[in-house]
């Protein structure tokens, strides 16, 4: 078991909990999650060690939302975010803890104030966010971020908003979304040295956590307004990745 202070397992039980409500009802919360780990553990241990319980959060989310995909978005999606998944493994191979972090909250930043700027320019949802070179560009630093920190949540978050997305069809593409790049994700991380016995024995004391937060996210939804959730993703998301420049 990794050795950590009494503190540090309640803001890793916090965590958990976030890590739970992000799959179910706030995507972008999961920065949050991102932060309380990277702050406690190596940066590049708490990626491994986060992946396992968000892998339990997208079993309830898929058991929530599988049913509201939109297939041809994941498809469009999918050749950038393979990409931006081995160029992140790439990264994290070579990168040191000091520099994963402040990549990943200027990334992130970058996101907010793209997608901020598209909303401004269109009333209406844009035609053009289908186009070829911005989902390339959304789904490559989708696959990046969420392979070198498990950040790609928030990216993948501000395309989804982007395109004026309802929330049913955001949660349910976005559950089978990371349900299959999670898993992809394993093999490489393990063979990194990134999931050890001690991660696995945290990781299963904090997996109840997951499931309350998951569980609670499921009452949560139907209770917000379309605006509210578009609003909350976004301000999450701005303070996770300042938080990450922090050194």
């Known amino acids: 078991m990794i050795d950590l ?24 919360a999961n920065t949050v999650s991102v932060a309380i ?3 406690l553990l190596p940066a590049r241990t708490s990626t491994g060690a986060l992946l396992l319980l968000l892998i339990v959060g997208d079993l309830f989310a898929l058991l929530t939302w599988r049913r509201h995909a939109h ?3 994941l498809l469009r999606l999918a050749p950038a975010v393979a990409a931006g998944l081995v ?10 803890n000091a520099v994963v972090r402040p990549v990943i909250g200027v990334i992130l930043l970058a996101m907010v104030g793209i997608t901020i700027w598209r909303r401004r320019r269109a009333a209406a949802a844009p035609e053009g966010m289908a186009h070829l070179g911005t989902t390339l560009g959304y789904g490559a630093l989708g ?3 969420t392979m070198v920190a498990n950040a790609g949540g928030p990216v993948m978050s ?17 559950a089978w979304f990371f349900a299959i790049v999670n898993i992809v994700k394993v093999p490489v991380l393990a063979g990194l040295g990134l999931i050890t016995v001690p991660v696995l024995l ?13 569980l609670f996210g499921r009452w949560l939804i139907p209770r917000i307004h379309q605006a509210l959730f578009d609003r909350i993703v976004l301000i999450l998301t ?6 990450l420049l922090i050194p």
Do not use: E, N
């Not at 395309?159 to 309802?166: E, G, I, N, V």
């Not at 701005?238 to 938080?243: D, N, P, S, T």
């Open 5 to 28: 202070a009494p503190w540090a397992w309640v803001l890793l039980a916090v965590a958990g909990t976030v890590v739970g409500l992000s799959k179910t009802a706030l995507p972008g």
């Open 37 to 39: 780990f990277a702050a």
């Open 71 to 73: 297939w041809p978005t």
């Open 87 to 96: 160029l992140g493994a790439v990264f994290l191979a070579f990168a040191g």
């Open 143 to 145: 696959g990046f971020t």
């Open 158 to 174: 501000m395309y989804f908003l982007a395109m004026r997305t309802p929330v049913k069809v955001f949660l349910g593409t976005a």
């Open 202 to 214: 945290m990781d299963a004391v904090l997996v109840p956590m997951v499931v309350i937060g998951a």
């Open 238 to 243: 701005v303070l996770g990745a300042l938080y």
